[in-house]
């Protein structure tokens, strides 16, 4: 790992504190941080079957050098492994493996999927054991593996059963990057502008500068990037881990986003996508709410459209995305605690009825 690219960001949540440790080529060295930070002697690996061609043979060679005895585990890939009969599966294989409260630590090894469903059922077995996030995909590297929300999906929506478990350790190797499809690159991008987009207006400009050398996975566009979209992840948490108020605001784009997902049947969609579609019908809605000065709808279409990523929601009647919005996990008294823009770089939360987020004709105009 060159010493010009290894960075460490710190989320501050008094005992619960952890670090991100980012670099390149890095993965040899997981056994011997983890070790350094816990007492455990058993890894519990979960991934995917690509993910775990590609990394983990030299995930557990590093595992088993620094002394712990390693157990594989896999789930299917694709949003459709995330579900309550897998974490069942896992409980069953990982208790015969001989995991138990005091020695075992569940390394999720993958995607926001295995990140996910990793924690969750991290969060749930013995009431609670370790887990160390090693993210191989860039929308798991800048969001999803860090703030310690983990969750399976039922038929009535994403996401919604789930617990707050945050992770021991999370371990980026930004090469495992250079396996990932492009599209599934392409989807991961979605995150990154969303947090330029809702935080940091200079971020955001200097994407509309390096998007190119960024997509080529330049490391030293890559790297300070990543580690840019760490930091801001890390703030957010530190100032709200429940995901009280003022987090809400990393929801930008989801509540259309979700629905999308859902309609689709987590099928032929990607969570990227669904969110790129669902923050800019927002960008545009947080206009017509006089919330977001005129052109921030057109500024971000643009960056995404540039980026590779779809940007107009579906044609699902009208009706099937208000049931769909119904279940949306920020609804407080029938009211959606809906993530508006105030402009590139700003956002902030506004309660609206599904209908008044999807007004009669919306979908026609999008917004």
Known sequence: MSASHARSVRVRLAERSYAI????????????????????TRALILSVPPV??????????????????????????????????QAERLYGEMLEAGADRGSSVVIALGGGVVGDLGGFVAAT??????????????????????????????????NLVGAFHQPSLVWIDAATLRTLPPRQLRSGMAE????????????????????????????DVLVPILERNC???????????????????????HTLGHAVESLKGYRGVLHGEAVSMGMVYAAAL???????????????????????????LPSFERRAYLRALSVDKKKRDSRIRFVALRGIGEAETVPLLPREILPAGALTRQC
């Open 125 to 158: 077995l013995f009431r609670g054991l370790p887990v160390v996030q090693v993210p191989t995909s860039l929308l798991s590297m800048v969001d999803s593996s860090v703030g310690g929300k983990t969750g399976v999906n039922v038929a009535q929506g994403k």
């Open 192 to 219: 990154v502008v969303k947090h330029a987009a809702i935080w940091d207006a200079r971020l955001f400009s200097r994407l509309e500068r390096q998007l190119e050398p960024l997509l080529a996975l330049d490391p």
């Open 52 to 85: 775990g061609r590609r990394y983990g043979a030299a995930v557990t060679r590093s595992l088993r050098a620094a002394g712990f005895r390693v157990k594989r585990f896999e789930v299917p890939d694709g949003e459709r492994s995330k579900n309550l009969r």
């Open 21 to 40: 440790e980012l670099g390149v080529g890095s993965l040899g060295g997981l056994g011997e941080a983890v070790r350094a930070r816990l007492g455990a």
């Open 231 to 253: 930091r801001i992840k890390a703030s957010v948490v530190s100032r709200d881990e429940r995901e009280g108020g003022f987090r809400m605001l990393l929801n930008y784009g």
């Open 286 to 312: 947080s206009e017509r709410l006089g919330k977001a000065p005129e052109g921030t709808r057109e500024r971000l279409e643009a960056l995404l459209r540039r980026v590779g990523l779809p940007t107009k």
